[in-house]
Every structure is written in C-alpha cells, then in structure tokens.
C-alpha cells in the first residue's frame, strides 16, 4: 500500500505556543488529505479536509483560525496547531489519497502533548 | 453515508480463522464497504474494500452479501499482531462526501495464544 509519513511523531509544548505537524505521501501524489483527531479512548474525528492549492473545507465544530491547515503540494500538507492549549492535547492522524486512488492511507500520528 | 454496526469485542485463538461481521443496512448502490484497522497507539492501517463481489488479497478475505446489507471480514490464521480495533466503513465515491471516512466505535479483537 501507499506509505504517508508524519513529523514530528510525538510533541511536548507550553500552553499558548503553535504547534506544526507535516503530513507527506512518500510514493504517491495526493491531491486531498484529511486530519483526524482521536482523544483516549474515542474513534477518530475527521477535522478538515484538504486539496491540493486550495483552502481546507473544515467539519462543524472545528476552529479554522486555531487549526491552520496548509496543502501547498501534492506531497505536503501541514496542520498547525495555534496558541495550544491542555485540551488540545490528542493523537493527531493525517491521511492521504491520490488522483486515480480512492482508498485512504494514514500516516502514523502525532501525539500532542500541551503543558 | 450509511452507518454501520460492528459487534464491540470478540475473541480469537492464534491460528484460527477471525470472522469479524458488519451490518450496513442502509448502504446505497455506489457506496464501498472498507475495512481498516488500528492497532494501539498508531495510524489507521487499510485492510480491504468491496463493492458488490467477494475481495481478497494477502492481508484478507470480504464477504459481501448479496443485498449488501452486510459483510464479514475474514481474516484466515489471526496472529498475536493483529490484535487491533477493525472499523468497517461505508464510503459514498462520489459527492460532496467524496472520500470522507466516519470512524465509528468499531470491534476490538483480541488474539490469544
């Protein structure tokens, strides 16, 4: 299967700081990927979906000036986290899918931790 | 996109066949049943996807009724590793839904010596 790759892994920051996460497809070109949220024990939570040279289409509830969300190539999408706080502590997943692909390939998470 | 209802738990011995079911009962003409997993503490892992007929490949098999109205992941000799959380999913290929996957809780499997 296609392989996508996050940075960092994991992340420990103050409260009030930004925070960026990266999200690459290493073997594909991805016009849209997606950012999900998963709190302990919980499923994952779609946040916001990006494609490729445009603005991210963002699920209810989601903040789009806290959650900037960037897609500027078909290799890289970043999520920024900005002026953090303890509740946004969680396992942030990325996803990816290419132009003649249909299925969904994850990247491996990145686990925020906001002191 | 159609809901989906999946059995919380269930256990299966190392070697044996892991049979985990699916009910989808709403699902429409062009929307796929997918299946993903995740083991603790890490991404989603894609598994298989159907739409009408029977799939495999060298992860699993999917059984698809014939009204489609559910389905039945088979995983043929489980391993200690596949213990994980299996959601199965029901994507709409076309849309303003286009490509949106909604986790719901999912089965846990646990896989004993």
């Known amino acids: 299967g296609a392989v996508v790759s996050q940075h960092p892994s994991r992340v420990i920051c103050k409260s009030g700081t930004s925070v960026k996460i990266e999200c690459r497809s290493l073997d594909f070109q991805a016009t849209t990927m997606f950012w999900y949220r998963q709190f302990p024990k919980q499923s994952l939570m779609l946040m916001a979906t990006?494609?490729?040279?445009?603005?991210?289409?963002?699920e209810q509830g989601v903040e789009k000036d806290k959650f900037l969300i960037n897609h500027a190539s078909l290799t890289l999408s970043t999520l920024t986290v900005t002026s953090a706080h303890p509740e946004d502590s969680s396992f942030y997943i990325c996803s990816a899918t290419g132009t003649v692909q249909e299925t969904q390939y994850f990247g491996p998470g990145t686990r925020l931790l906001v002191l | 996109d159609a809901k989906t209802t999946q059995p919380p738990s269930m256990d299966c011995a190392e070697g044996r066949a892991a049979n985990l079911p699916c009910n989808h009962s709403?699902?429409?003409?062009?929307?796929?049943v997918y299946w993903y997993r995740q083991i603790h503490s890490q991404g989603p892992q894609y598994i298989i996807h159907?739409?009408?007929n029977n799939e495999t490949n060298e992860m699993a098999s999917l059984i698809i009724t014939e009204d489609r109205k559910s389905s039945t992941l088979i995983l043929p000799h489980a391993t200690l590793r596949d213990t994980a959380v299996y959601y199965c999913i029901v994507l709409n290929a076309g849309g303003t839904s286009y490509g949106k996957l909604t986790f719901g809780q999912g089965t846990i499997l646990t896989v004993h010596p």
């Open positions: 709403t699902i429409s003409g062009n929307e796929y």
């Open positions: 159907g739409l009408k």
């Open positions: 990006s494609n490729e040279g445009s603005k991210a289409t963002y």
